[in-house]
C-alpha cells in the first residue's frame, strides 16, 4: 500500500529516489508511464499486470480504447531501482510531466503518481477547495 506525499529532486542524471517506505513493495520491479493528468504513474509489478489485462481486454476497433493503449503502453518503461532506490526517469517522460528538480511523489494506494509541484498545487486546491466535493464523490458509492 502507498500512501502519503514526499518532495524529492531529479538529478543532473534524470534519477528519482523511491521513498524508503515505498521501496520493499518496488523492488521486484515496477512500470513508470504516463498518467491521465500530466503526471507519471509508477506501477509495482503485480499491479501492472492487473492494470495491462484490464486496458488490453478492451476492444481495439473502439478509438478511445486505442487512444488508451497509446498513452500508457507507448510511454511505458520497466524498471527495477538500484539498492538506494534510485531509478531513471525517461527524458520524454520528464518532458511529458514537466519534471525538472524538485517533484511532488504521492502515494495513491495500488500505485504512484510523480508530480510538478505546481501541477500537484493546482490539483490539491481542486480537491481540497471544492465544496461539492461529498455530494461528487458520494456518486461513487464511497
Not at 46 to 57: C, F, H, L, V
Not at 61 to 73: E, G, P, S, V
Request: aromatic fraction near 10%.
Amino acid at each position: 500500500m502507498f500512501l502519503g506525499e514526499y518532495i524529492h529532486t531529479i538529478d543532473d542524471k534524470g534519477r528519482l529516489v523511491v521513498p524508503a517506505k515505498f521501496r520493499n513493495a518496488l523492488a521486484g520491479g515496477m512500470v513508470i508511464t504516463k498518467g491521465v493528468d500530466r503526471c507519471l504513474v509508477i506501477y509495482p509489478m503485480d499491479e501492472w499486470q492487473a492494470y495491462r489485462e484490464r486496458i488490453s481486454s478492451l476492444p481495439t476497433m473502439d478509438r478511445n480504447a486505442r487512444d488508451l493503449r497509446r498513452l500508457i503502453f507507448a510511454g511505458a518503461v520497466d524498471i527495477v531501482p538500484d539498492a538506494q532506490g534510485r531509478f531513471v526517469v525517461p527524458p520524454a517522460l520528464r518532458e511529458y510531466a514537466g519534471l525538472d528538480g524538485q517533484v511532488v511523489i504521492a502515494g495513491c494506494d495500488t500505485y504512484i503518481e510523480v508530480w510538478n509541484p505546481e501541477e500537484w498545487a493546482k490539483v490539491q486546491a481542486r480537491v481540497t477547495q471544492n465544496e461539492e466535493n461529498a455530494e461528487r464523490w458520494a456518486t461513487l458509492g464511497v
